[in-house]
């Protein structure tokens, strides 16, 4: 399985922006990133996820490298609320019947906002 | 649009007894994936299904079960309980089969946390 390299934690103060790191240096061609959060005491929620270019939402953007083996996930601007554990994940967009196509969670980032 | 739904929230059982959870998803997803978390182990996929037939399973014993009805509702069983069942079971609905769609998100329920005595 592709997997993902994220770091431990991080620290943000409110109101700033927080880029969050994932590398993927085994990523294959047709995997997407996704980027899913959790806050405490939730369940996982989906941020963004992309294949190949950059992408935005309501909620975060994502910067993909060229070479797709690094990403970033860009909160524009932080609230106390985006205190969470942010997880990049490669999904397989092709293979089928095996487990890539499913989300394999790995430690993910703590991040932590200070007002 | 309603989101996933989960029943019951919070279960205590003994060791021995068997447990049922429930999963309702986003009305029109037509896959349901099951999740289990733990301190030590994190997040770990159980299986999924699509269309009433398990697609996926991840590395969990016989005991784990699970079946999808004709409304894409799901339930999960667990038999024999051991205290190392102990955790927060979570379901996530998507729209598309998760195991050959890398492009479809998936939305998780707010989770059953189970603990076993």
């Known amino acids: 399985d592709a997997k993902t390299t994220q770091p431990n934690s991080m620290e943000s103060n409110e109101e700033e922006p927080v880029h969050l790191p994932c590398n993927h240096s085994?990523?294959?061609?047709?995997?997407?990133i996704h980027w899913y959060r959790q806050l405490p005491s939730q369940g996982p929620e989906y941020v963004i996820h992309?294949?190949?270019s950059n992408v935005n939402n309501r909620m975060a953007s994502l910067a993909i490298a060229e070479d797709r083996k690094s990403s970033t996930l860009i909160l524009h601007r932080a609230t106390l609320r985006d205190a969470a554990v942010y997880y990049c994940?490669?999904?397989?967009?092709?293979?089928?019947?095996?487990?890539?196509?499913?989300?394999?969670f790995g430690k993910g980032t703590k991040l932590s906002v200070k007002p | 649009k309603a989101g996933v739904t989960q029943t019951p929230r919070y279960l205590i059982k003994t060791r021995g007894q068997q447990v049922t959870l429930s999963c309702s998803p986003i009305?029109?997803?037509?896959?349901v994936s099951w999740y289990q978390q733990t301190p030590g182990q994190g997040l770990q996929f159980l299986f999924e299904?699509?269309?009433?037939?398990?697609?996926n399973k991840g590395n969990f014993p016989g005991r784990f079960s699970g079946r999808q009805f004709s409304n894409s509702r799901s339930e999960m069983n667990v038999s024999t309980l051991e205290l190392g069942d102990s955790a927060l079971y979570l379901c996530?609905?998507?729209?598309?089969?998760?195991?050959?769609?890398?492009?479809?998100?998936?939305?998780f329920g707010p989770g059953t946390r189970l603990t076993v005595t």
């Open positions: 996530a609905s998507s729209l598309g089969e998760t195991g050959g769609t890398g492009a479809y998100e998936q939305y």
């Open positions: 994940i490669l999904r397989d967009g092709e293979n089928y019947g095996g487990s890539q196509g499913n989300l394999i």
């Open positions: 009305s029109g997803h037509r896959s």
């Open positions: 085994t990523i294959s061609g047709t995997d997407y």
């Open positions: 992309g294949l190949t």
């Open positions: 299904y699509f269309s009433e037939t398990q697609r």
